[in-house]
């Protein structure tokens, strides 16, 4: 089946520690996505990549890092700079639309929550 | 920052009723995108809207937008117990960056009374 696929659907961690969140695609995508969710909340945009190779700071990156080495896979790290982790992650992606985004494509999410 | 608001907040209605939420933007967009979101999972695309286009339909959803108000609306005919989730509108922008992602409202949250 195509599609995306994050790991690990749920993540403990202590203050000081960095963690990585997986997420990978089989829809032959350009263009993918991580998102931040707290409750109650819409999506706040961290990262994208549009290519291999390349990615671009969101509205709040601070505390984040991501790669893009493969087309299929788009990890994030959520280092010990970031005040805030706990929150739902939400990965994405998309064919790019006429030079515009399309249609997001989400992945179940990962809940991290530092103790 | 956010730049799409979704009203009402919530909205509690009768199973087989219709359901209307609304979503205003503040900029110049190249599309607008609703999508649903079952409590704890990912998100799921209903339906995108282009900006020369006013009025669309998928099957039991009609979503109308108004540029020159900067509005959208989503009604959701003859709900079921089923339509219960949050529902989010969100926008792309003009951009000659490509595809840089979408930016979302804070939601409506729907609930069916069966």
């Known amino acids: 089946d195509g599609g995306i696929t994050q790991s690990p659907k749920y993540l403990f961690r202590k203050e000081g520690q960095n963690v990585t969140l997986s997420c990978e695609q089989n829809?032959?995508?350009?263009?993918m996505y991580w998102y931040r969710q707290d409750p109650g909340q819409g999506l706040r945009l961290i990262y994208y990549?549009?290519?291999?190779?390349?990615?671009q700071k969101g509205d709040i990156a601070e505390g984040y890092s991501v790669s893009r080495e493969k087309k299929e896979s788009f990890p994030l790290t959520v280092t010990s700079a970031q005040k805030n982790p706990t929150a739902f992650y939400l990965c994405a992606s998309s064919m790019v639309l006429a030079g515009n985004t399309g249609e997001l494509f989400f992945g179940e999410g990962s809940r991290l929550t530092v103790l | 920052s956010q730049q799409g608001e979704e009203d009402p907040q919530a909205l509690s209605i009768q199973e087989g009723e219709n359901a209307t939420m609304n979503c205003s933007y503040k900029t110049s967009i190249n599309n607008l995108q609703w999508y649903r979101q079952n409590s704890g999972r990912g998100l799921v695309h209903l339906i995108l809207?282009?900006?020369?286009?006013r009025e669309k339909h998928s099957g039991r959803l009609r979503v109308t937008l108004d540029t020159s108000k900067k509005s959208s609306s989503l009604l959701i005919t003859a709900s079921r117990a089923a339509d219960t989730a949050s529902y989010f509108c969100?926008?792309?922008?003009?951009?000659?960056?490509?595809?840089?992602?979408?930016?979302f409202g804070k939601g409506t949250h729907l609930i069916i009374q069966p």
């Open positions: 829809l032959n995508h350009d263009a």
């Open positions: 990549s549009q290519i291999v190779n390349d990615f």
């Open positions: 809207i282009r900006s020369n286009e």
């Open positions: 969100a926008t792309a922008m003009y951009s000659g960056g490509g595809a840089d992602g979408l930016t």
